[in-house]
């Protein structure tokens, strides 16, 4: 077979244009979600993330908008982001294929985590963007009875962070707790982790009346 590279000839400038195309859909999103005073933190706090390609974590408890807040963010900044949202089934497998799939390399079941991590990892560092993680408490064992280190957080800024690639976790107060656990049973030592992460923001408990107003 032979192959020839596609052309839109009777279109100039697609590549601005679709520029355009992005800026428009950002700016859109940003007036469709009505912020509220923790959505407010949230995108100051991933802003300033993917300024800065600092690690930052976001906690606070369930059901006062954080994931609502994420991804309208990351709607608002379409081209520089990606969004990962974990499952409490969380393991190693699970979380590479994911990875792959946001990273858009292959990731089917027949693929295995020596093919899916290295490649994920090569597009996140080249491409640069924020890679979010939603409830990123299952970064960390769940079980109380652990004795291993968490190997999945310790990759996400040891073989990402480390490497350039902005990160954002968003988690629920589980995380902290989950953190100073595992480093109890463990010896885990987590100020490797804690003194990557440049904001660590505990988001209020509840959501305001001028807020739900």
């Not at 509220?36 to 300024?51: A, P």
């Not at 690690?55 to 991804?71: M, N, Y």
């Given at each position: 077979e032979s192959f020839r590279l596609a052309e839109a000839v009777w279109f100039n400038d697609?590549?601005?244009?679709?520029?355009?195309?992005?800026?428009?859909?950002?700016?859109?999103?940003?007036t469709a979600h009505a912020l509220t005073s923790v959505g407010r933190t949230i995108w100051k706090q991933l802003d300033f993330c993917l300024r800065t390609g600092e690690l930052v974590v976001i906690q606070g408890r369930e059901g006062i908008g954080k994931s609502e807040a994420v991804r309208a963010w990351c709607a608002a900044h379409e081209g520089e982001c990606r969004y990962l949202q974990l499952t409490s089934t969380t393991n190693q497998t699970e979380f590479f294929r994911e990875l792959a799939s946001v990273a858009g390399v292959a990731c089917s079941y027949t693929r295995k985590v020596q093919e899916m991590k290295p490649r994920s990892r090569d597009v996140l560092i080249r491409s640069r963007h924020l890679l979010i993680i939603d409830e990123g408490h299952y970064l960390l064992p769940q079980t109380q009875r652990v004795e291993t280190k968490p190997v999945l957080l310790d990759w996400v800024y040891s073989g990402l962070y480390n490497a350039g690639v902005p990160v954002a976790i968003i988690a629920t107060p589980q995380f902290s707790r989950l953190a100073a656990h595992v480093e109890k049973r463990s010896g885990w030592n987590a100020d490797q982790f804690l003194r990557r992460a440049k904001r660590f923001t505990d988001l209020p408990e509840r959501v305001t009346k001028e807020d739900l107003l």
């Amino acid at each position: 077979e032979s192959f020839r590279l596609a052309e839109a000839v009777w279109f100039n400038d697609l590549v601005p244009c679709l520029v355009e195309l992005l800026r428009e859909a950002g700016e859109k999103a940003k007036t469709a979600h009505a912020l509220t005073s923790v959505g407010r933190t949230i995108w100051k706090q991933l802003d300033f993330c993917l300024r800065t390609g600092e690690l930052v974590v976001i906690q606070g408890r369930e059901g006062i908008g954080k994931s609502e807040a994420v991804r309208a963010w990351c709607a608002a900044h379409e081209g520089e982001c990606r969004y990962l949202q974990l499952t409490s089934t969380t393991n190693q497998t699970e979380f590479f294929r994911e990875l792959a799939s946001v990273a858009g390399v292959a990731c089917s079941y027949t693929r295995k985590v020596q093919e899916m991590k290295p490649r994920s990892r090569d597009v996140l560092i080249r491409s640069r963007h924020l890679l979010i993680i939603d409830e990123g408490h299952y970064l960390l064992p769940q079980t109380q009875r652990v004795e291993t280190k968490p190997v999945l957080l310790d990759w996400v800024y040891s073989g990402l962070y480390n490497a350039g690639v902005p990160v954002a976790i968003i988690a629920t107060p589980q995380f902290s707790r989950l953190a100073a656990h595992v480093e109890k049973r463990s010896g885990w030592n987590a100020d490797q982790f804690l003194r990557r992460a440049k904001r660590f923001t505990d988001l209020p408990e509840r959501v305001t009346k001028e807020d739900l107003l």
